[in-house]
């Protein structure tokens, strides 16, 4: 049976990945995405085109004043840099929007209900898990008991990348057609350029690469 | 120990009582109101000035955009007519709008992490239970348990009035020194003057006429 689904779509790699995914499978997609604030709201240009590509609905939602009240992270304030390394590194930490995930799939189950959607779809993965306690299997387990229980048992939450790393996504992505230099953005900076830098960076070269070489195999 | 406590206030009878027993537990309150695209907007201005009264910050945050997708209540739609009568009947469940406590609870969750609070305090008790499922102690255990999945464990939800009546609520915040008639606002047609029909102006009476007997005794 056709599933109506919606798919928190940042514009990155990993959701830019789940949209296809979604797409592939001929689930009836919404795509919904967030302004929060975050220096990189570029990403949600490429959200709107990848869309477009696909015929998808698309519906950006403005929570700046949301993201105005969750200060203390590079994502969403100026004043502190944007730490460069690994997810793994303490200094990520800085990185965290506190309980943005929740607040955001919170919303889109809203949605989902508002639009007799069966599951909510997130781009959660493994790489994730280190630094971001919202992005862990038992967070999404939580988080869709509360769901469920708060609505009459719908919808469902759909996390299919939840134990995969962000290489595994990549290697999906490729198969699925995705020109991911093109059709993504992931740098947490919003410069004209990717900085390469940023933890975000990082991990991107390095998951396609990886993508690469096994290709090459 | 003080406490640090976000207290999600809608302006109403419920949630100012429970604004006036954290003031009274001496805990460091700060008050967090909705702008949902709610036709009863007013609340929250009874809200601020319970706030400006009690001397405790008080931050309305706009998620308008939000209430725009959330479709299909007489509360966000104002071409579905708020239904008249008690929250037992069939016909209150047009006022659901789909996951409005998740949402809510979520962005406080957000905002107490960032201000470094220990809890979060909301006043959903037993005679919302029948309509509203987002109200249900289920629900609150869901999402207590989500919310700290996702952020490390913290913060706690304080839900005291989980198992009260409407009327201990109203017995509560006369002994507090609410003056409901001056303070709050609950109808949810949001006009000039009460409309005196709708599901929380029925429910609000029958508690005030009920907390009114009891003092008498």
């Known amino acids: ?10 514009g990155g790699m990993d959701s830019t990945t789940l949209l296809y995914h979604l797409f592939d499978l001929g689930d009836e997609v919404l795509a919904l995405s967030f302004d929060y604030g975050q220096r990189h709201r570029k990403e949600l240009e490429y959200a709107g085109r990848t869309c477009a590509r696909l015929g998808v609905r698309h519906t950006a939602v403005d929570i700046s004043a949301v993201g105005g009240l969750l200060k203390g992270s590079a994502l969403t304030s100026s004043g502190i840099a ?9 200094s990520m930490r800085l990185t965290v929007v506190p309980n943005r995930n929740m607040i955001m799939m919170a919303i889109a189950g809203g949605y989902a209900l508002a639009e007799g959607c069966d599951r909510l779809a997130v781009a959660v993965h493994a790489g994730d898990h ?5 992005c862990r299997p038992q967070f999404i387990a939580d988080f869709e008991d509360a769901l469920r229980s708060g609505n009459y048992g719908q919808p ?13 996504i990549a290697r999906l992505g490729v198969e699925l057609g995705i020109d991911f230099e093109r059709d993504t953005w992931s740098c947490y900076e919003g410069g004209e350029e ?3 830098k940023c933890g975000t960076c990082v991990e991107r070269a390095e998951a396609l690469a990886a993508a ?4 090459q195999r």
Chains 1, 2 share one sequence.
């Open 82 to 90: 944007v730490p460069h390394g690994h997810y793994e590194d303490e």
């Open 194 to 196: 990717p900085c390469g």
């Open 130 to 134: 280190a630094v971001y306690p919202d």
């Open 156 to 168: 469902s939450v759909y996390a299919p990348f939840l134990d995969w790393t962000k290489s595994d």
């Open 212 to 215: 690469a070489r096994e290709r």
């Open 1 to 10: 049976m056709r599933q109506k689904t919606v798919c928190i779509l940042s």
